[in-house]
């Protein structure tokens, strides 16, 4: 339900490059900077919205892959 509520409207028709780059993009880069952050510190507190923790390319499932 949050992922329809957060990024329905996104998906559709026009907003696709949005869509990219303000969450697959992003979610990608948060992805990263947490991985680099996990190997300089025994333990790490991040902060991201909701929206980058739902979806196919969330943030979890990248930092899992």
């Not at 697959?24 to 991040?46: H, Q, T």
């Amino acid at each position: 339900k949050l992922e329809e509520l957060l990024l329905g409207d996104l998906k559709k028709e026009g907003y696709d490059v949005f869509y990219q780059y303000v969450y697959i993009k992003r979610n990608f880069r948060f992805a990263e900077r947490i991985k680099s952050l996990m190997k300089d510190y025994k333990s790490i507190f991040v902060v991201i919205g909701a929206g980058h923790l739902i979806g196919e390319e969330n943030v979890v499932k990248l930092l899992q892959n």
